[in-house]
């Protein structure tokens, strides 16, 4: 079975810090996602990770993907309270397969406070 | 393009009683899912389809159906309600990889 496991669960910083959640999964597999959510909505897709030493960056975030550690990180640079939420990674169950069925952490809270 | 929408948004139900969450998308996608999400945790796959007329079971089936008749629609039944059911339901479709998400729809059962 696949496990999914994001920390820190919470995580409070102070405007333009730096930090990084890390997910760590238990199987092989070279598909990972990151998702948004803020309270009370939908989520948004961040990044597609879909090789090993993958990077994706999008303004203040950036994503990377060891597939040999079954590591993926997120990096967030000079956070802005804008990106207060919560962060999911998900990892592909059946990589290299053709059916794309996620797992999910349990998601980072993420605020930022000025 | 409206994307994924969901209806209802919210429903409280009596426990046994049955109801249908609707998800319908206009990407022309093939691929569509159904997740659970309870609170303080991330989703759960329930079922997915990856084409009209083919679905498969997810994570965590039990007490759900799921029909596929057209590439738009992916409906959701719930037969006998039970508490166990109460979680934000959302409904994903994609290309793939990316899976885009619906609004979600909150379902309480009493």
């Known amino acids: 079975e696949l496990k999914v496991e994001q920390n820190p669960l919470f995580l409070s910083m102070q405007e333009g810090k730096n930090y990084t959640i890390y997910c760590n999964y238990s199987t092989t597999s070279d598909r990972l996602y990151w998702y948004r959510q803020d309270p009370g909505k939908s989520l948004e897709s961040l990044f597609v990770l879909l090789s090993n030493g993958a990077v994706k960056q999008e303004g203040r975030l950036m994503a990377s993907l060891d597939t040999k550690a079954r590591l993926s990180t997120l990096h967030i640079t000079a956070a802005v309270h804008d990106l207060s939420a919560t962060y999911f990674c998900?990892?592909?169950?059946?990589?290299?397969?053709?059916?794309?069925?996620?797992?999910f952490g349990k998601g980072t809270l993420l605020t930022v406070n000025p | 393009n409206a994307g994924v929408t969901q209806t209802p948004k919210f429903r409280i139900l009596k426990i046994g009683q049955s109801m249908t969450l609707q998800c319908t998308q206009d990407m022309n996608h093939n691929y569509m899912y159904w997740y659970r999400q309870d609170p303080g945790m991330g989703l759960k796959l329930i079922y997915y389809?990856?084409?009209?007329?083919?679905?498969d079971k997810g994570e965590v089936p039990n007490g759900y159906n799921v029909s596929r008749s057209t590439t738009e629609d992916f409906p959701l039944r719930l037969e006998l309600a039970a508490p166990s059911q109460t979680s934000v339901y959302f409904c994903a479709s994609s290309p793939p990889p990316t899976q885009y998400f619906g609004p979600g729809t909150r379902l309480t059962v009493l």
């Open positions: 389809s990856v084409g009209a007329g083919i679905t």
């Open positions: 998900a990892v592909d169950r059946n990589s290299g397969g053709s059916n794309y069925k996620l797992t």
